[in-house]
């Protein structure tokens, strides 16, 4: 079986994780705002789920995940750790023999996660499951060498219920799946789920109510790079929002319509906006990278977010080092 793959990921990884040479940035004395700091370490390693409201923070394993079950009764969405560098084929096979992946394109989520654009897709036709046999391509960068064998398997999601999910999956060389149930809990946004092991069910994020931003690794897309291109699927750092629990947001850049400085803004003001229920309302370009790698914060621009409460919040970003000068400590 031959399954295509793209290049250079390794080098992306490796730039992506070069440290600040300069001196690092003297941050200001804290005000009547509250400094948050968010640490997915200096090898992007960690994902921190944050509270604004209760300033708590939960820090998680990037790679301790793969998949994400939408949780809640409706919920029948499913989304990949795009911090893994993970692709999903759609093989339209039937059946866990007859599967093969030459010609095939492979897909990602994309940065927003809405509901038409993820990697697994729509894989419901009148509440049936479609059967589909789809490979899962856990990330390239992750599974070499010894655990080369772990990188790529296959699944299909065979039902949803108010209360579970049911799928089966093998590996890439196997043709006997395995069965596996995942209960829905509605304390929480995502049900998280490793192949590790075996398979297992994972403890990553806190309760849908205690957390309102991820800030994490994850894979963006570059529509005008072309297909095959190392920049195509591009691994970038940044948050993403609780968007299953009614978090949204969204940007304001000085000069552009609606536009009020950070330090004048209020709630009244803030709820006449129409904001955005994408994931990546925030996401990465809040930060710029120059030639020799080295980030340095977008200026004039913050965001508002609601939360699930109602509240509004108005976010702006500081710093991506530490006093070490070494990336991934996301300061805001």
Known sequence: MKVKRYIYFVAIAL?????????ALVLPPPGNLTRVIANIQPDYSKQVYVSLSKNTQVTRNLKDWDLAFESGANGFHIYVNGGKYMFVCHTGAADFT??????KSWNVDNDHLDDDSTAVGIWLSNNQSNGEV???DRGRIFYTGINASQRYK???LDEVTATEYHFSYCDLN??????????KDNNYSLMYFSFDNGGKLVAIAPPKNDWDLVFTHYTHTYYNEPIGSPYRYYLVSGGLSNKWNGVTGMRLIKDSTGYIEYDAINGIQASSYSLSSSADFIGFDWKVVDATFNYSIVPNRYYVLRDQDGFYFKIRFLDFYNQQGQSGSITF
């Open 154 to 156: 296959k699944l299909r």
């Open 174 to 183: 196997n043709s006997t799946p395995v069965s596996f149930t995942i209960a």
């Open 98 to 103: 007859n599967v093969d992946t030459v010609g």
């Open 134 to 136: 789809m490979v899962i």
């Open 15 to 23: 730039l992506a994780s070069c440290e600040k040479e300069d001196t």
